[in-house]
């Protein structure tokens, strides 16, 4: 299937219509996936571009999505960021992934795919920081489990 059919499937509109306004969301969610672990690891978006040899504001554009980041530069990433190159898809949201493949129930279901927009957050990241650092798994699972709780307070 072409570019411009997913893309047009994904966003339900001509292909040049929707790229002149935003990104594809895939890319999006692989771009914010590609911050999150940059920072995670306190790289500089410099520090990136210098190990792939791309300036800084390529790697920006990666990160925002409005640069498509090819197979063999997302298989670089990947090395660089010490991570598989399934990391950048993990938790695309379902509705996404059904959009742009255009088969319902190949994704996940569930709120966990909003995940990645969290995470990539800078809360998200500090606290997927201090959460990395905490070596005893009891009192890392109460950590969780308290997160929960405070979430599922705030949903009701």
Avoid: C, W
């Amino acid at each position: 299937m072409s570019n411009e059919k997913l893309a047009k499937q994904a966003s339900g509109e001509p292909a040049e219509e929707r790229n002149a306004r935003r990104p594809n969301p895939v890319d999006s969610h692989v771009g914010a996936r590609v911050k999150m672990r940059r920072m995670l690891l306190g790289m500089s978006q410099e520090k990136l571009g210098e190990l792939l040899g791309l300036t800084f504001q390529q790697v920006q554009k990666y990160e925002k999505g409005v640069n498509r980041i090819g197979a063999s530069r997302l298989f670089d990433l990947a090395h660089v960021l010490g991570v598989p190159v399934q990391f950048f898809y993990d938790e695309l949201p379902s509705a996404t992934a059904e959009a742009v493949i255009g088969v319902a129930g190949l994704a996940e279901e569930g709120p966990e795919g909003y995940v990645a927009d969290a995470m990539s957050s800078r809360d998200g990241i500090e606290l997927s920081k201090a959460f990395s650092r905490i070596a005893d798994p009891q009192v890392r699972r109460s950590v969780v489990d308290m997160v929960k709780a405070i979430a599922k307070a705030q949903k009701n």
